[in-house]
């Protein structure tokens, strides 16, 4: 796991930390400590103060640089970041309730010239988060103490649930509804012991949902059906992916197993690997037969689960409730995973 917000020696080399304030229309923010928060390969997390009305916020910049070199991407993969900051701002910019519905909500945003550059680039600012589901995760690791008690799951996993049902219901303004393509615990972030979703670059609109050769996502928590092509297309050149919103699902559970065991589940997605060659860049030959067939918890990792289950919740009817939804969500085939609404009213019972 990476830890979104954790302290990092790395820095972009266009100086943010000398920056001292910025201005977005009506508001100046002053960039605070000498080190960005967080880290990604397409951005950095600045803790900043608000001058004119106070509060202290999160700053997220374009990355201009490569985060193994420190050299410049070149110019296509920069636009592409950058596209991805200004999709993040389109879609967060048309989400309603987005605070109550646990999604992480745009302070403020706009576009500033970078330091260093001439051009104008997008920046958002966003509630400063505690910490992420990662960093939660490698502390109590570290500490050797549980990773969750039965309160904080509960209250975590109705959070994720909670913002995916905002998102997958939808429809937003413009009748679309939302799948975020890439859910795992570095984007999910506290703030008063409750959970937010954030990141949302690569997310996917639609008035429905089907084919596509853009599978996203980030691989060790990521659903079979965003790795394993559904068809080719062109002489089998051209990977389909058959996606929709229930992979989103299959990543919130992924989430809760690594919260609830101690260690993410890693029989299926090692199954995964064995099906991209990554030194050639493709598909092993017959890939898309085992669409459907991978995924989900053998049965060690069954048996672990309700161990674990049964350490957190004495009523053994409880367990087995838990026990039974975390399988539905990993289920190998997106048909027959829960809705998220579905998810939480199971909760509730």
Known sequence: MNNHYQSSSATNKYCWEHRGQLTLEENTYEIKGDKPLGEGSHGFIWAVQRMNGGGEFALKTVRTTVP??????????????????????????????????????????????????????????????????????????????PIVNADELHRWARGMLSSLKALHEGPDQEGRWIHHRDVKPDNFLLMNQEVYLTDFGTVKKSREFGFTGSKSGTFDWAAPEQIIPY??????????????????????????????????????????????????????????????????????????????LNALFPDEEVSKKWSKLLQSMLDPLPEKRPTAAHALESLKK
């Open 68 to 145: 193994e070199t420190n050299e410049d991407y070149p110019l296509d993969l920069l636009n592409e970041i950058v596209g991805y900051f200004e999709h993040e701002i389109e879609c967060l910019k048309g989400i309603q309730n987005a605070e109550e519905n646990h999604i992480m909500p745009l302070v403020d945003c706009g576009e500033v010239v970078y330091p260093g550059r001439n051009e104008k680039w997008p920046v958002l600012v966003l509630p400063l988060a505690e910490a992420s589901l990662t960093a939660i995760y490698e502390t109590r690791l570290k500490q050797g103490t």
């Open 231 to 308: 068809q080719f297309e062109k002489n089998g050149n051209f990977p389909q992916f058959n996606l929709n919103t229930s992979a989103d699902i299959y990543s919130v559970g992924r989430c809760l197993y690594a919260l609830i065991a101690g260690s993410p589940q890693a029989n299926a997605q090692s199954e995964l690997r064995k099906l991209y060659d990554f030194q050639k860049k493709a598909f092993v030959q017959g890939v898309e037969k085992k669409f459907g067939t991978i995924g989900g918890l053998n049965q060690e990792e069954c048996t672990h689960l309700e161990k674990r």
